[in-house]
Nanobody, 119 residues
């Protein structure tokens, strides 16, 4: 019904940059917010950043000043700079949206894209 597809992961050196994208498709009527979470090996999934329909952005303290979230229609981006080895994780896209036939907002997740920060 709804798909979130991430792209842009890969291997990057410490101090480098990477840009992730996530495109939402399907029977979407409106999007309330889109965001990013990440899960490092052996750890729980953590919040990274979110952007509301009104353009308000919220960031985890660990990425403030280094990551920038933005959105263009049904696609959300995460621009990452000054990457550190501890940023290594699978990055998941998340969307709070409404679909055809449902008045309630629903949460959807992408399958994730791996970002590895290593020399």
């Amino acid at each position: 019904q709804v798909q979130l597809v991430e792209s842009g992961g890969g291997l990057v050196q410490p101090g480098g940059s990477q840009r992730l994208s996530c495109a939402a498709s399907g029977s979407i009527t409106s999007i309330n917010a889109m965001g990013w979470y990440r899960q490092a090996p052996g750890k729980e999934r953590d919040f990274v950043a979110t952007i509301t329909n009104g353009g308000t952005t919220i960031y985890a303290d660990s990425v403030k000043g280094r990551f920038t979230i933005s959105r263009d229609k049904n696609t959300v981006f995460l621009q990452m700079i000054s990457l550190k080895p501890e940023d290594t994780a699978v990055y998941y896209c998340n969307a709070d949206l409404k679909v055809v036939g449902s008045p309630r907002g629903m949460y959807f997740w992408g399958k994730g894209t791996l970002v590895t920060v290593s020399s």
